[in-house]
């Protein structure tokens, strides 16, 4: 037997398509939850309330510091017996959205942070109302610059997909796994999916440069 058969490529290439469709949404959707859930948490951080601000950054620090898998794990199968009965892509989606929130909120706070002090002073010195003053003053000089860490983040959620199969969400290498299962031959499904994910991240980190460079130019950030 041949360390590598291309037939068996082929042949892998049915599981492997419909995984990567799955590891795709996957990343997209929880991705898409984790930039607006993110910048929610960094708002609320920012409150003038003592203890809301705290409370959010106890939350936080919650969230981040429990491994992603453990959440899952905890609202697939501790949570029916609460009454809590998710179907399980929802609590995929759902809990990597969530996890990577928090560690977007701290990206967006560093941002948030660094806009120049002046340029607080001045939008409240022009009686703009607190919704204005964030949309037209402070974001539009906090994301251009924390575009690359975001988008970091974008490819380590992506790795991270490969956690759903632990409630049978058939991502992409699981269907790989499967297909050497069945198959008794793993190396070339294995290679193939270690393959997309390679091409993915270089694909994803090249966008996100070209985003950030696009905005900085943007705005006047460089």
Request: proline fraction near 5%; glycine fraction near 8%.
């Amino acid at each position: 037997m041949s360390f590598w058969d291309w037939a068996y490529v082929w042949e892998a290439s049915p599981y492997l398509y419909r995984g990567a469709i799955v590891t795709v949404q996957a990343t997209l959707l929880g991705f898409a939850i984790a930039l607006v859930l993110g910048l929610v948490f960094a708002l609320i951080r920012q409150s003038p309330n003592r203890y809301v601000s705290i409370g959010m950054t106890e939350i936080v620090e919650f969230i981040r510091s429990t491994p992603v898998l453990l959440q899952v794990f905890f609202l697939y199968y501790v949570g029916p017996q609460f009454g809590i009965f998710i179907p399980a892509w929802n609590v995929g989606i759902a809990m990597l959205g969530i996890h990577y929130a928090a560690y977007c909120s701290e990206v967006y706070r560093a941002g948030i942070e660094a806009v120049d002090g002046g340029q607080w002073e001045a939008s409240t010195a022009l009686n703009l109302s607190r919704a204005r003053k964030w949309r037209v003053i402070i974001l539009p000089q906090a994301i251009p610059p924390i575009v690359p860490g975001l988008g970091n983040y974008f490819i380590g959620m992506f790795k991270d997909t490969p956690i759903l199969a632990a409630i049978a969400i058939l991502e992409m290498l699981q269907q790989a796994k499967n297909f050497g299962g069945e198959n008794y031959r793993y190396v070339e499904a294995i290679t193939m999916a270690g393959f997309f994910y390679l091409v993915f991240s270089l694909v994803a980190s090249a966008i996100v440069q070209s985003v950030s460079l696009w905005l900085n130019r943007r705005y006047h950030l460089q």
